[in-house]
């Protein structure tokens, strides 16, 4: 499997929403409804933000949200905060074996 | 407090072995998956392989089968990731994590803070 797709940078204001896109195939995101998000900081481990595509783990801001639409995925910051500058990453459930996916990664700027 | 730690940075030189750990806390080690990630200088994720500590099953991506050999010992909670002999392209930072998920393990939470490899002569 290549690695899912992702805008190599996404930039907003303070305030504003923004949505980073994860494009895969009908062999990962197509078919499985197992799409995680992970928010990493420099220096920093990922975090987990999304998992099965909208479900957020405790302790992770409902500005946070994920939606799937065929074989693409997305990945909403509603109200950007300074914090939220960091990389996000996608990941799919590739088939059973099992295998999975990343995404190549975006950064998320707030101007 | 479910965590994973992992073993200290790394300087090697090409050629030599190199086995790296992982160890888990604050749940049950042998009931869940731990996976391996790797992220090279400046760039994006890469997923190794998983491993099942409760009987050792290892499923590995077919980018790393044979590169590298993961493993675990349940009796003290820890997995590995082990190189037989290292090449300047593994430096990377190297992290682990335990999948979780239902009928389809599929998500990796939490993480360990990472494990820098360097090789280089």
């Known amino acids: 499997h290549s690695a899912l797709t992702q805008p190599a940078s996404v930039s907003g204001s303070p305030g504003q929403s923004i949505t980073i896109s994860c494009t895969g195939t009908?062999?990962?995101?197509?078919?499985?409804?197992?799409v995680s998000w992970y928010q990493q900081h420099p220096g920093k481990a990922p975090e987990l933000m999304i998992y099965?595509?909208?479900k957020r783990p405790s302790g992770v801001s409902n500005r946070f949200s994920g939606s799937k639409s065929g074989n693409t995925a997305s990945l909403t910051i509603s109200g950007l905060q300074a914090e939220d500058e960091a990389d996000y990453y996608c990941c799919s459930f590739a088939g059973s074996g099992p295998s999975y996916v990343f995404g190549t990664g975006t950064k998320v700027t707030v101007l | 407090e479910v965590q994973l730690v992992q073993s200290g940075a790394e300087v090697k030189k090409p050629g030599e072995s190199l086995k790296i750990s992982c160890k888990g806390s604050g749940y049950s080690f042998t009931t869940y998956w731990i996976g391996w990630v790797r992220q090279m200088p400046g760039k994006g994720l890469e997923w190794m392989g998983i491993?099942?500590?409760?009987?050792?099953?290892?499923r590995y991506s077919p980018s790393f089968q044979g590169q590298v050999t993961i493993s675990a010992d349940k009796s003290i909670a820890t997995a590995y990731l082990q190189w037989t002999s290292l090449k300047a392209s593994d430096t990377a930072l190297y992290y682990c994590?335990?999948?979780?998920?239902?009928?389809?393990?599929?998500?990796?939470?939490?993480w360990g803070q990472g494990t820098l490899v360097t090789v280089s002569s």
């Open positions: 491993i099942y500590p409760g009987d050792s099953d290892t």
């Open positions: 099965e595509v909208t």
């Open positions: 994590a335990r999948v979780g998920g239902g009928s389809f393990i599929n998500w990796f939470d939490p």
């Open positions: 009908s062999s990962d995101i197509g078919t499985y409804n197992l």
